[in-house]
């Protein structure tokens, strides 16, 4: 294929700085972006690499990478919103600079910049890029160490090299989110190298060395902190997520066609579009179509299912539309008329919708925005130029972290405590302990900057499965208090102390108020009390 044009190269940079507008423009969300971001403060408050901590509790739901990642820009820029998301964002970008090596060995030329081009334009990749969540930095591991393994069996002379590399991502995949970064990439590689006959491409003595390189030190460092650690992340966090319903996070198995489908538009439908276009001759189109086709039947008869698992898809579908990009003229053409039908849905639908009134006018607007990038990039059904038909395609997905920041502000103030603890901050000295009565979030320690006592019979709140199943080991201390405990808080009148109540808490409302307790502050979800 031809060089890259002069237009795409600068319109990679165009997508970059597009996709960096407004990283921090809007409060951290509960439960998942609050808690991690807590976990990384604290991280950079102790100065303590090795032991994640959430209001100064073992957190040992995630392994280290990500947490690890976000304190080492903390300790840079502060415990902001833009120093919580920079880490995903940046691996994300890691994600599309590597395609581009990829592409660019594998076939070179214009198909390595579109590859990249079309990755940062997936509206998953995109979402997925803003969020403090760890499946950002996963999918890079992931599909590192997919690729490699390619490499190993299509490079005899270099297959050790391949695989080495690909062990290591393996191993930094394992202590970004678990085991499942050694399932995907094997689970496509084993069944590509036995078709190949390169089973043993796959294995390498140095590649053990590295992977054991990779997770032997944090996790024999945590084990010796927390001696039922392995158990806890073998049994709980891996087996009983992947085969059981324990930690309730099921779905049907058709869970993920419509996110594969919507998170991969309009690229989705250029792929469903040009079917002669795929070439299954070739063998890196064979090992695309396995690397899309095997972990998606994995997550579908996975008892665990949420959006961001099939985050790692986005790479082989990348790859795959830059590979027959040029042939593909019918489903660029179907993915236009795609784009201006949701276009003109989204600009026409939101006068007959009734919403929340504290996000409406924001969602209305952000809706129609929105709609009209659709409609400018379903203009690009009508394009012949190759190169201007894929920058069009790209401009609805780019423009949503522009379009959607006054919504993404209105629904922060429904789901982050941002405003709340901007309320009591005033009224905190270094003497307050601030107490959640069945009530806490991330963003809560996050925002204050301090921990606070959680009053609770479960240790629901803390959204942690192992401070959940541990919750009779940490009762009674520093941050977790039985619900016994709070009749006597309630009469100390010597500790100066204000009480976070769920605003829809009616009798531990009037268990405070009958104590004399007066409302200091309100949002929609919790207030505080103090005498």
């Not at 103030?413 to 905190?428: C, G, K, N, T, Y």
């Amino acid at each position: 294929m031809a060089a890259p044009s002069v237009l795409l190269r600068w319109w990679l940079v165009v997508i970059v700085i597009a996709l960096s507008i407004h990283l921090g423009g809007f409060p951290l969300l509960d439960p998942d972006e609050g808690r991690n971001a807590e976990v990384g403060r604290e991280m950079a408050a102790t100065n303590d690499y090795v032991m994640p901590r959430l209001d100064g509790l073992p957190y040992l739901d995630k392994p280290i990478v990500y947490f690890a990642t976000e304190a080492a820009v903390m300790e840079v820029l502060g415990p902001t919103e833009l120093a919580a998301r920079l880490p995903a964002f940046l691996f994300t970008i890691a994600g599309a600079a590597f395609l581009w090596w990829f592409a660019k060995r594998v076939w070179g030329g214009e198909e390595a910049i579109i590859a990249a081009i079309v990755f940062l334009a997936t509206p998953l990749a995109v979402a997925f890029s803003r969020t403090v969540i760890f499946d950002s930095a996963l999918a890079l591991f992931i599909t590192m160490a997919t690729a490699f393994f390619y490499l190993a069996c299509e490079d005899e002379s270099g297959a050790g090299k391949w695989s080495s590399l690909a062990w290591l991502a393996i191993g930094l995949g394992v202590i970004t989110k678990g085991p499942v970064a050694i399932a995907l990439p094997l689970l496509v590689a084993i069944v590509y190298a036995i078709w190949r006959k390169r089973f043993r491409a796959l294995w390498s003595w140095g590649g053990l060395a590295l992977f054991v390189l990779a997770i032997a030190p944090w996790v024999w460092a945590i084990s010796r902190a927390i001696p039922d650690f392995l158990h806890y992340v073998v049994v709980t966090e891996t087996a009983q997520r992947l085969a059981t319903k324990a930690l309730k996070r099921t779905g049907p198995p058709w869970y993920f066609i419509p996110y594969l489908i919507g998170g991969a538009l309009p690229w989705s439908i250029v792929l469903i579009g040009s079917p002669r276009a795929i070439d299954r001759r070739d063998r890196s189109t064979v090992y695309l179509l396995l690397w899309i086709a095997i972990p998606f039947l994995f997550f579908s008869i996975s008892q665990s299912k949420r959006p961001q698992y099939i985050l790692p898809l986005m790479a082989p579908v990348a790859l795959l539309v830059a590979r027959i990009w040029n042939k593909a003229r019918s489903g660029s053409r179907a993915a236009g008329v795609v784009l201006l039908a949701f276009g003109l849905a989204l600009v026409i639908a939101p006068s007959f919708l009734h919403l929340r009134a504290e996000y409406g006018d924001a969602a209305r607007l952000s809706a129609i925005t929105i709609g009209i990038g659709f409609l400018i990039g379903g203009t690009s059904a009508f394009i012949k130029r190759r190169d201007l038909a894929l920058i069009v395609l790209t401009i609805p997905v780019i423009a949503i972290p522009l379009a959607a920041n006054p919504m993404m502000r209105a629904i922060g103030l429904r789901r982050s405590e941002a405003a709340l603890m901007d309320q009591i901050r005033p009224m905190v000295t270094p003497q307050t302990e601030i107490v959640g009565v069945e009530a806490f979030t991330g963003s809560m320690t996050f925002y204050l900057q301090r921990p606070m006592v959680v009053v609770t019979p479960d240790a629901e709140e803390f959204t942690s499965n192992y401070l959940i199943r541990h919750y009779a080991s940490f009762a009674g201390g520093a941050s977790i208090k039985p619900m016994s405990w709070l009749d006597a808080a309630l009469r100390d009148g010597s500790t100066p102390r204000i009480f976070i109540v769920r605003a829809s808490d009616a009798s531990h409302r009037a268990q405070l108020e009958v104590s004399g307790l007066r409302v200091v502050a309100t949002d929609a979800r919790y207030a505080a009390y103090r005498r």
